[in-house]
């Protein structure tokens, strides 16, 4: 059933297949008069391209982004914006023996129960490829969000078991933009060499992505199911590859008391920060703190046991080109996803504020 | 703006103040034909009731629910089914010192901001007491689920740092139904401690719940946003007192190498559950495994440094009648939130089914 | 499936059967700050209540509403207002002859087919009974649209075969607060003899309801589907008994030409107002022009031919209390759903808004 | 605000411009499995081309579809269908005289007045060429009502104050494949002198369309906003043109008696047909009947009375390429829009049919 959609009045639909025509996404509700190139979205989509970063598959995309409608002279007019990113180095061929086995850890086997039937090719839907239309509709919620101040940083906090501390206050667009998207570069060489490994086995790699949002507004969310948390979890577990949301303290609030836990108010504002800027599902104005686990990507070339769409046993290594870990390219979808979010509560929140 | 809705086609609305003059639930989308009864729904209420449980708010709610459209001689009608319960036994004097002063790890100072206003009595929209009416839809969702023959177990894994071991094969409806909901009585032995500690501290705890869904079919969950995962982890952080959720393995996938996430298939179905019965959005017919973080009661007595509705510094001690920990009541509301998402997929998956 | 909702950021939902506990609305989405009482919402219920008008059905409801929550020392908060109207005066033994049999002109057949069974009494569900919860959640429409001065009035147009002349200019709210809600007085009596003669012939009456929006600003509504007209007519035919929706000159632009319905613009506005104070699916700051056409009340004491639920032929003559023609208690209704649209779209508009 | 959606389980998502690089639409909640091409969609597509009837612009748009996702080896995934047509034959200098000046009957004001600026060229998003998207978009759900075996055909049934008389029983698919989709050949010869006159008189004309549903199934439509005859009639006037929509006997029930207008029953159905087959919003089993008034094309050649954008009296006569009526190119959209209503209760239905 229609699952594609995100967003209450920032709509976004993305829609393709790996190794279809083309992916894309329409972007409904974005209100006129912002500023919009197909040069700024080109630039968000180059840094989750594969080869924009060590370690990543070597499958060449142009990725060129073209938008079809609701762009005139330079700015939005309201009317819903169709992006297109065309699929033209699909080499399906490679896919074929997987036509009839579920690769274990990917949707091969869960499409075919859902639909009966599923386009094997590169994952069909499932693939990660799809994140591309995300961040592509996450530029024009950049666009949104930037009206108010809004600022999303999201950064490899953990890859292949190494973590790096605790340090919010200092990370910067800056730090950031530099190997594996980790603002730590003593850890970003330790996780390179981790990857190297992995990929030597055969095998792939898991971690976790930190986000940070700086500049909203408090009075964001909706009660009660609309909470703000509540939709930034869905839309982060949305991401095929995420197994976990957390906001603030996370899982460590289960072994904390309510005197450690709870943020004290000083006329300056917050004096901690544990709830991550959210409370009772709505902004409080403080840093929001999100981390999202994502597991080892599923295709790996050490053989797997697994079945075929008969139900035989059989064994599968899987070749052809992949990344060893998500990390660093789903790090930009994150920060689409929560920009995609926050641009939808920011209208909604405009609609009923006197 | 309106966020009170959850669901697509099982829609679940919810309404009401802690101190207003009831709370209730509008649940549309039910099919025709299900049975249900005040009684049925009145037992899943009590399971939640203040008082139902050791350390819980002294508070004594009637709580009794009554459905007023949608059934007729017992059974549904696949009309609305509206659900009332009057708050009788509040007393709001006791929140006269609260008028003018944010409590912390409350909503109190988020409303305001959002709103302008905010009704200050027992925490108005996002009292806890707003769960009660969550619990009520749950088990009409549940009469949805029973169809497949889907069951919904969730039972307290954490509390107040007493964490139990892993033992899902063995919990069952009967072994969590005791001592705050947790199957291993030792361990419920010790959290009952912590509890007492903790009261006598003036202060409060939390935990972590892990829900279990057992004969859930494969192909539940639709692509892309609306993963079947998404929609869980948005349904259990609207929660108010939940800051984390993971699927599975959930965050333990950080560390892990593909060939430990990835779940090998057999002829005879998946060989391990790493991914927590969800593949790529989509049930896969294992058991789901969720966990989610609660956070420590906010309401503490111990002294909160705070300010007022003008910016002034105050303290603030936290009196009236307060659980020590979400725990073990925060139980069901988890059974219903889950029982809510999988009764919407279920419905929206035949719905294309040819 | 879930089809009682009607809205996207102003959202009203509405439950309930003639013969229920109870019926009721649930308004989602009414900004914080308004002002609201019990008062001026039973003042609405008042003019569409039976026996509110002479021909209406002798019924005797006190319909008392009473607002559950969302309210907060007299004005709104913000959250979910709930609204609540008992069934007190339902006797529903004289139904007990109609549970096998289908009536003409009913939706018990189609209930019946839909759904496998049906709440007979009353027509359940399909009451014109629901309607007062419409009224109700008008009420806080009209606090919405008032912020920007927006008028609403409707009035009897047609009935029984009587037209009233085309005076739209002239048509106030205390012209048509009289008999039969027709501001043309001597229509109104030959109305009425048309309904004191049906009523003796045991049958009933069909009419038209104009519906005037005065004070609407340009540029509500949205391309492409969810236009104004669109939303008003969606709104509008979800009234059991309209059958009918046009728009400005409706039905009569089919014989007219470009040159006489293209209103032409001055300085001063524009010069005539053929489209009804809508092009292109949006709001032109014209006057609001719209008429539904409504069907005679299908319950009439001549002898019909109908079947019985096993299929076999059987003829049926209804008794009890029924109105001889939906207008005038559905000249409020109307005015309802218009303002509930209305609201809708203001806040709609106010989102996008930069 | 985002309204460009249609559908709750079967959703389509239009966008373009008339002079943008393209329009198309997206339709989420297909069901799988069912067969799709781009031949089977271009032949709906040339039903309405440009040039298809006489009296039609000699604007030449190639008007090629192509189908971008969610189909595989011929048959329908389950994800999303993403549908491209470029605009190819744009010329926007034609209405470069038309950046600062309103046309009377368009949307030209009403837009600027809501957005603070607008595509001017061809109409932007308020063109009739974004029809073309929802006749593509019909076409799948006519895939998916064709599986219960739904029928849709629409006619002429008035142009130009040419109407043709009731003739229901006889109009066959073949019957209205000829000239104006007329299934009276004496009346469409008619129709077509009067064309050519308003042509030479540089006027436009305004008609009705009939829209007929046969095979239907009892049962589908949702009570009680999402009425079936409610989602018909929001459909219809969301197509620009569209100022009136009436059911059945539609507006002539004003002058009707109960006894007129139910339909008796017998053993073998419905003796007649005044509810057009809805009855209480749900679907009746009996042909649909519906008819929706078209106004003329407001784009004509005689001199109007209109202001420019700073409010300066002017006059305007427009030339380029129209038509001199919606008819008989809008038939085809009707059909479309009422397809996808179909296919989305359909659907809907399916979900709670237990």
Not at 235 to 251: D, N, P, Q, R, W
Request: glycine letters at 12%.
């Amino acid at each position: 059933m229609s699952g594609n959609t995100l967003g209450t009045v920032f709509r976004v639909t993305t829609w393709g297949e790996s190794h279809g025509g083309a992916i894309g996404a329409v972007v409904d509700g974005c209100p006129p008069g912002l500023p919009l190139s197909e040069e700024t979205i080109q630039t968000a989509l180059d840094r989750r391209k594969p080869g924009g970063q060590p370690f990543a598959t070597p499958r060449q995309e142009a990725d060129r982004v073209e938008i079809l409608s609701g762009l005139f002279e330079g700015t939005t007019t309201g009317t819903p914006i169709s992006l297109l990113i065309r699929n033209r180095d699909a080499d399906s061929s490679a896919y074929e023996n997987l036509r009839n086995v579920f690769r274990p850890g990917h949707g091969d086997y869960t499409y075919f129960k859902k639909y009966g039937r599923r386009d094997h090719r590169g994952g069909g839907r499932a693939s990660g490829r799809e994140t591309a239309a995300r961040v592509a509709a996450g530029v024009i919620a950049a666009q949104v969000t930037a009206i108010v101040g809004i600022e999303v940083l999201a950064y490899t906090k953990a890859l292949g078991g190494v973590h790096i501390a605790e340090n919010r206050g200092t990370v910067t667009r800056e730090s950031l933009e530099q190997t594996l998207f980790c603002p730590d570069k003593e850890a970003a060489l330790r996780m390179a060499e981790r990857l190297e490994e992995a990929r030597q086995q055969g095998d792939s790699l898991g971690g976790i992505v930190e986000i940070l949002v700086r500049g909203c507004p408090a009075g964001l969310g909706e009660p009660v199911f609309d909470k703000m948390d509540a939709d930034l979890a869905r839309a982060l577990m949305s991401i095929g590859t995420v197994k976990g949301v957390e906001i603030g303290s996370g899982f460590a609030v289960a072994d904390m008391k309510g005197s450690e836990s709870n943020d004290p108010l000083s006329p300056d504002g917050f004096l901690s920060n544990s709830a991550g800027g959210i409370l009772a599902g709505i902004t409080n104005g403080e840093e929001i703190v999100i981390r999202v686990a994502c597991k080892p990507i599923p295709s790996i070339s050490r053989t797997q046991q697994t079945v075929d769409a008969e139900g035989n046993s059989t064994t599968l290594s899987i070749g052809g080109r992949h990344d060893v870990c998500v990390i660093p390219r789903i790090v930009p979808v994150c920060e689409a996803m929560v920009q995609i979010v926050l641009a939808d509560h920011l209208l909604r929140q405009k609609a009923v504020k006197l």
